[in-house]
C-alpha cells in the first residue's frame, strides 16, 4: 500500500471523516458519486408520486403539509446533489446520467399513486424506510454526505409523522376509508421492504462499501430494523399485517417474515415497473421546460452585471 | 441541453442559528450572484426557523490550509507545552484555581 493509501484506512478505522481534499481511492470516490447521486436522483424523482397529489389533497390543511414535504424533498436533492459535486463531478453531468438511464433512483417511486391514502403510506412506509437507512448513513465515513444525512434526517421525521397521522386519519374513519387505508398499505409495504437493496448475500457494492465505512449497516440488518418497528404501528392503526408469514423469533429478538419477490425488485430496477419511463419523460419535460426562465435569469444578471460595470466606470 | 449549474458560482452558506453563537457553515449552492445565494439559501437551509442570519460566501473566495500540510503548518505550536494550563503543576489545595 501507498503511505496515501495507508493514511486513508488508518482514518477510516480510526473512525475520521474523509474530507473532499483529502486522498482517496478512486474506487472510493466513484462508489460515492454512484451512491450519493443515486440518493440525490430518488429525492427528486420522488417528488412526482406524491407531487401527483397536491391538487387533490382532500383538505387544506393536508395540501399544505404535503407541498411542505415535497419542498423538503427538493431541497434534499440538493443537500446530496452538493456533496457529490464535492467529489468533482458536476450537477449536469449528474442530471444527465439520470435522465439517460446510466444512474438509478430508488425504484419505489416507479410504483404508482392511486388513491390518497397512498400518499399516507408513502410518507409512513417510504420515507421511515428511507429514515432507517439514513440514520446508519449519518455515520458514513465521507464528511459532506455525512452532514447532509444528519440536515436531512432532523427534517425527514416530519415526513414520517404526517403520513402515518394520515394514515390513522383513513384507518379510523368510515369503513370505505378504512379499506383504501388498507390496500395501500398491501401494495407499499413491499417494496417499501425493497427499497433496502438486495439480500447481502447478492449485493454487488455492499462489501467495499462496508469496509470503507460508506454504509455502515447491511441492507438485511436494516431491513430487520424496519420490520420490527412497523409490526406495532400497523397495530395501532388496526389494520391487517400484509405479510402472512410475520412471527416473532423469541431465539434471534427479531421478527421472522417472507421472503420478497425478488423478480419483481430486479424487473422493476431494470425499467419495467409501472412508472420508470413516466418519472423519467416527465423529468426530461420539467427540465426542457424550465429552460426559458434559467434563461431569463441569465439575461437578467447579465443586464445587472453590465449596468453595474456602466455605473462603476 | 445547457448546463445552467456550470454557468453558475458555488457559494458557501453560513447560518447563525442563535443571537450570541457562531455561524456555522451548513453546505453549498450554485447562484449568479450574492443577492440570489442569500435567496436560494434561505429556501434551501432556513425552512424551519434555523437561524437568524446568513452569510454567503463565494468557494473560491476562500483560502484554505492544506490537510497534508498539517503535520508541518502547525509543528510550531506542538513544542509549546508551556501554553495550556495543564503545563503548570501547582500545590494541591489550590490546584482547581
Given amino acids: 500500500m501507498t503511505s496515501e493509501a495507508t493514511n486513508f484506512m488508518r482514518k477510516i478505522e480510526a473512525e475520521e471523516k474523509i474530507e473532499p481534499k483529502d486522498w482517496m481511492p478512486e474506487e472510493y470516490r466513484k462508489n460515492l458519486i454512484r451512491q450519493i447521486s443515486q440518493h440525490a436522483h430518488s429525492e427528486v424523482i420522488g417528488m412526482q408520486?406524491?407531487?401527483?397529489?397536491?391538487?387533490?389533497?382532500?383538505?387544506l390543511r393536508r395540501k399544505a403539509v404535503l407541498l411542505s414535504?415535497?419542498?423538503?424533498?427538493?431541497?434534499?436533492?440538493?443537500?446530496?446533489?452538493?456533496?457529490?459535486?464535492?467529489?468533482?463531478?458536476?450537477?449536469?453531468?449528474?442530471?444527465?446520467?439520470?435522465?439517460?438511464?446510466?444512474?438509478?433512483?430508488?425504484?419505489?417511486?416507479?410504483?404508482?399513486?392511486?388513491?390518497?391514502?397512498?400518499?399516507?403510506?408513502?410518507?409512513?412506509?417510504?420515507?421511515?424506510?428511507?429514515?432507517?437507512?439514513?440514520?446508519?448513513?449519518?455515520?458514513?465515513?465521507?464528511?459532506?454526505?455525512?452532514?447532509?444525512?444528519?440536515?436531512?434526517?432532523?427534517?425527514?421525521?416530519?415526513?414520517?409523522?404526517?403520513?402515518?397521522?394520515?394514515?390513522?386519519?383513513?384507518?379510523k374513519g368510515s369503513p370505505e376509508q378504512k379499506a383504501m387505508a388498507q390496500d395501500a398499505l398491501n401494495?407499499?409495504?413491499?417494496?417499501?421492504?425493497?427499497?433496502?437493496?438486495?439480500?447481502?448475500?447478492?449485493?454487488?457494492?455492499?462489501?467495499?462499501?462496508?469496509?470503507?465505512?460508506?454504509?455502515?449497516?447491511?441492507?438485511?440488518?436494516?431491513?430487520?430494523?424496519?420490520v420490527d418497528q412497523t409490526v406495532k404501528q400497523i397495530e395501532v392503526l388496526g389494520l391487517e399485517h400484509p405479510d402472512k408469514n410475520l412471527q416473532w423469533n423469541e431465539e434471534r429478538g427479531h421478527y421472522d417474515s417472507s421472503d420478497l419477490n425478488w423478480d419483481e425488485f430486479w424487473s422493476v430496477i431494470n425499467g419495467n415497473g409501472h412508472c420508470n419511463r413516466q418519472r423519467i419523460e416527465h423529468h426530461i419535460a420539467a427540465h426542457d421546460e424550465g429552460e426559458w426562465v434559467r434563461d431569463a435569469i441569465a439575461a437578467y444578471n447579465e443586464k445587472k452585471r453590465a449596468k453595474k460595470a456602466q455605473n462603476a466606470a | 441541453m445547457t448546463k445552467p449549474t456550470e454557468k453558475l458560482e458555488l457559494f458557501e452558506v453560513f447560518v447563525r442559528s442563535k443571537r450570541g453563537l457562531d455561524h456555522k457553515h451548513?453546505?453549498?449552492?450554485?447562484?449568479?450572484?450574492?443577492?440570489?445565494?442569500?435567496?436560494?439559501?434561505?429556501d434551501c437551509y432556513t425552512r424551519r426557523s434555523?437561524?437568524?442570519?446568513?452569510?454567503v460566501v463565494k468557494s473560491s473566495d476562500i483560502c484554505a490550509s492544506q490537510e497534508d500540510d498539517a503535520d508541518c503548518f502547525y509543528d510550531p505550536n506542538d513544542d509549546k507545552p508551556y501554553r495550556h494550563a495543564t503545563y503548570y503543576v501547582l500545590p494541591e489545595p489550590v490546584n482547581n484555581m
Wanted: proline share 3%; glycine share 8%.
Fill in chain 1, 49 to 59: 408520486p406524491e407531487g401527483n397529489w397536491i391538487t387533490r389533497a382532500p383538505s
Fill in chain 2, 50 to 55: 434555523e437561524g437568524v442570519s446568513l452569510w
Fill in chain 1, 187 to 226: 401494495r407499499f409495504y413491499w417494496p417499501a421492504l425493497m427499497m433496502f437493496g438486495p439480500h447481502d448475500s447478492a449485493s454487488a457494492h455492499s462489501q467495499k462499501s462496508m469496509e470503507w465505512k460508506i454504509k455502515r449497516e447491511t441492507n438485511d440488518d436494516l431491513r430487520q430494523k424496519f
Fill in chain 2, 26 to 42: 451548513v453546505g453549498s449552492l450554485h447562484a449568479e450572484d450574492h443577492e440570489q445565494a442569500l435567496e436560494y439559501a434561505r
Fill in chain 1, 69 to 171: 414535504k415535497v419542498q423538503d424533498e427538493a431541497g434534499h436533492g440538493l443537500y446530496l446533489y452538493s456533496a457529490a459535486e464535492t467529489l468533482g463531478i458536476s450537477r449536469s453531468e449528474m442530471i444527465e446520467q439520470l435522465q439517460t438511464g446510466k444512474a438509478k433512483y430508488s425504484s419505489i417511486f416507479n410504483y404508482p399513486t392511486l388513491t390518497w391514502a397512498d400518499v399516507a403510506a408513502i410518507g409512513w412506509l417510504v420515507d421511515g424506510a428511507a429514515i432507517v437507512n439514513q440514520v446508519s448513513l449519518q455515520r458514513t465515513s465521507y464528511g459532506p454526505y455525512s452532514r447532509g444525512m444528519i440536515r436531512i434526517c432532523k427534517e425527514e421525521s416530519f415526513h414520517q409523522r404526517q403520513g402515518y397521522e394520515a394514515m390513522l386519519a383513513l384507518a
